[in-house]
């Protein structure tokens, strides 16, 4: 094949990946912007009910979310199953009212294929809530209103997921029953019970299973198991043995995804079935126990506490912002991806990417072009990707992290390891001449700019850059997990554009590279120069690991050398595949006898959290029993979710949290400092993080006595957290 042809077909690929990235990026933006506005999907209708005809201010009462299905569709439970999304509510509620947590009537169990198993609700159900008016209500009327999404399926399909708006408008005054009475007592008792009326004992000795055993079952009793699983676990099908003859049963859950049995598991065990089925919620956190569900169903239609046992506490979480829309989020994640070209995690590769723009300098216009949307296409690719993984893990009813892979040791080893191998290859380590017209070199592929290496390069800096939570990023992708797939590749293709621009932009007006230094003798020192700020980045990265995981950082530190012994002779050896041969076979060897036992101690080890005293204000580790305790006796609260791979969260903490003015503020005003540290996986701490509408860090909440939702900040403005200290009442 002759230059000139080849360089036409590597035009022709360029020209279709431009294409198909500018068409996945217009059909996501069209269709996010465009969801939520049709439902056609007439299987399911809405309603918004209440228990009362009247709201009195400070007087708790129930609403109830109806779903009314057709005959032969099934709805979703709380926990899916095996597939299927639940149903989702966003509450748009006045100022000062709050929504307790959603209580789930129990399900049944569907098993219309031998392998798949799920919990959903067939022709109805209504979800209930209880709702608290504030101290003082204007006279009039009052609005209430969710958005309700869900998921029907019938025997031989699924619905795409919809979405519909709810509203009830009640009177201010006194309160009193309804005439939804009846349709409020008929699923109250449909809620869990509290209190089982048989003992159960839970057995976690397993990795791969959590068992409980039951004593006090009436032999003949038919009983039912629906798992309620912590985020990032996945339970199998239960099985069920007896109830025998002397009352004992056991229910034996697998654990899917490589066990979590030590983690807080729930679920309801159910006796019966149709209308002659009662439910009892358990948790391996101790017996069968009070919950939302049971304190509630006791009490009055009107949730008067007098009538019934008093609501257990529950510590208040962000109101939702009824004003968010789809197209203020994809603006909010395309600044947030522009804003990440200049994060200091970046930078140092960056700057390769503007090395290259200097080599090009002297080339075809068309050619930079196509350089350039090849890398354009690397950034798209990847964001594309990372789409598929959480449109995927939403539609098998699991979560994702940004930033997992820094959590992950094996993954975490291997970023290190390839940054590593970068700065060795622009430092020459390994540049071998395999001929007088052509070099196979690392650095051919970052920055010598062929089509390949500017899509690997595009790659490359945005995975790097997911150690970063951009301002405006964070928040983006929590909304992100909320919507259909349309609506996730929408917001990240807004991403990949954002970040996309600065280089389209360069690339599209070459003329502008004239401004660029003139390629000269300085290049070659300039990339060594370049080199040494990868490696800097390695060992920014190796000192993160070392301080996260000490038992296996001497391991990964041996692994490295052996690793640059590896490059070295990839790159001294003429042959190039006997060189190749030689270096993986020494890098091979030395992962299995240096690194790989390393690697599976830093997974298994627990991260160990104590309290940390910086010049007055003590950081404690953060635990929901001391935010509950705190909040409850009407204490300040401050939570700084952080981790040590987050660059972000070290500048706030440098030039906000460790000043003096911020310190003397929070001593002054009594505040409960907590550190949530998210530099391991931590299933308790990403819930906590996805309760506050977050998929990363740097995460910062601040609880004030009085406020009826906390402040969640994703960045932090110094004179900004000073005024909010401020309003503290002493």
């Known amino acids: 094949m002759t230059r000139e042809r080849f360089r036409h077909r590597s035009a022709r690929v360029c020209r279709f990946v431009a294409l198909l990235c500018s068409i996945l990026a217009i059909a996501g933006f069209t269709a996010a912007e465009t969801q939520g506005k049709l439902n056609p999907d007439t299987t399911v209708v809405p309603s918004l009910l209440a228990d009362t005809t009247a709201i009195a201010s400070d007087k708790p009462f129930t609403v109830g979310i109806r779903l009314k299905l057709e005959k032969g569709w099934h709805i979703y439970w709380r926990f899916s199953g095996d597939s299927g999304l639940p149903p989702d509510v966003k509450w748009e509620l006045p100022a ?30 209504m979800l209930l809530a209880q709702v608290t008016p504030p101290a003082a209500l204007p006279n009039g009327e009052i609005t209430l209103g969710a958005e ?110 490589g066990g979590a049995p030590n983690l807080d598991w729930q679920g309801v065990i159910a006796s019966g079935e149709g209308a002659n089925q009662h439910g009892w919620l358990v948790s391996s956190a101790g017996a069968a126990q009070s919950t939302p569900q049971a304190a509630t169903q006791a009490g009055s239609p009107v949730g008067n506490a007098s009538s019934g046992p008093a609501s257990p506490f529950t510590i208040p979480l962000p109101q939702a912002d009824v004003q968010r829309s789809l197209g203020g989020v994809l603006l909010l994640a395309f600044l947030g991806g522009l804003i990440l070209n200049i994060m200091p995690c970046v930078l140092p590769v960056i700057s390769l990417k503007i090395f290259g723009f200097v080599q090009q300098a002297g080339e075809s216009p068309g050619r930079v072009f196509r350089l350039g949307l090849s890398f354009v296409a690397g ?18 009813g699991r979560d994702f992290n940004w ?35 052509a070099t196979t070199t690392l650095s051919t592929l970052s920055s010598k700019e062929g089509y390949a290496g500017a899509f690997l390069h595009g790659l490359f800096t945005t995975l790097l850059g997911t150690s970063c939570t951009a301002p405006f990023l964070s928040a983006s992708l929590g909304y ?71 038992e296996s950082s001497a391991g990964l530190l041996h692994f490295l050398l052996a690793l640059a012994f590896a490059c070295w002779l990839f790159g001294v050896i003429r042959n190039r595949w006997a060189g190749l041969a030689l270096a993986v076979l ?43 305790s705190s909040v409850k006796k ?87 957290l000073l005024d909010q200290l401020a309003k503290i009442k002493s």
């Open 480 to 550: 992100a997990t909320t919507q259909p797939p349309s609506g996730i590749l929408a917001i990240f293709m807004a991403i990949a554009a954002g970040m996309s621009l600065p280089y389209f932009l360069l690339t599209a007006h070459p003329a502008w590279m004239r401004y660029l230094p003139k390629p000269g003798l300085w290049m070659e020192r300039a990339k060594q120069i370049m080199g040494f700020a990868i490696l800097a980045v390695a060992v920014w990265l190796l000192g993160i690991f070392a301080q996260s995981r000490p």
């Open 586 to 628: 020494v890098a091979g060897g030395a992962y299995l006898l240096l690194l790989k036992d390393a690697l599976a101690a830093a997974e298994t080890s627990p991260q160990v959290a104590g309290s940390v005293e910086d010049n007055g204000v003590v950081w404690q580790p953060f635990s929901a029993d001391r935010l509950e």
């Open 634 to 720: 009407g204490q300040p609260v401050f939570i700084d979710f952080t981790a040590e791979w987050c660059i972000n969260c070290k500048h706030y903490e440098g030039t906000v949290l460790k000043t003096d003015a911020v310190r003397e503020a929070m001593r002054k005003k009594n505040v409960l400092a907590l550190r949530a540290d998210w530099t391991r996986q931590s299933p308790e701490l990403t819930e906590w993080i996805h309760r506050f509408g977050r998929k990363g860090v740097p995460v910062y909440v601040l609880y004030r006595p009085g406020d009826a939702h906390p402040i969640v900040f994703d960045s932090l403005d110094k004179q900004d």
């Open 148 to 257: 309700v999404s869900w998921q029907v399926c019938n025997s031989e399909t699924c619905a795409p997921p919809a979405s519909g708006k709810v509203e009830l408008t009640l009177p201010t005054g006194a309160q009193a029953p309804s005439a939804n009475m009846d349709l409020f007592a008929a699923w109250r008792a449909k809620l869990p019970q509290g209190d089982a009326p048989f003992k159960t004992a839970w057995d976690r000795s397993k990795k791969d299973a959590f068992s409980l055993h039951l004593t006090g079952v009436q032999p003949a009793e038919r009983l039912s198991f629906f798992p309620i699983p912590p985020t990032g676990a996945k339970p199998g099908h239960p099985k069920i043995t007896g109830p025998d003859a002397t009352g004992g049963a056991t229910i034996e859950v697998p654990i899917e995804n």
């Open 96 to 125: 000062g009212f709050i929504a307790g947590p959603i209580q789930w009537p129990i399900p049944s169990v569907l098993k219309e294929d031998p392998d798949l198993v799920g919990y959903v609700y067939y022709d109805e159900v």
């Open 403 to 437: 930033s997992w892979q820094f959590q992950n040791a094996y993954v975490f080893a291997g970023m290190i390891a390839l940054v590593f191998v970068f700065s060795l290859s622009l430092l020459g380590v390994f540049e071998v001449a395999l001929s007088s017209a």
């Open 379 to 396: 950034v798209f690719a990847f964001f594309l990707g990372v789409a598929i993984v959480v449109a995927s893990l939403k539609a098998g």
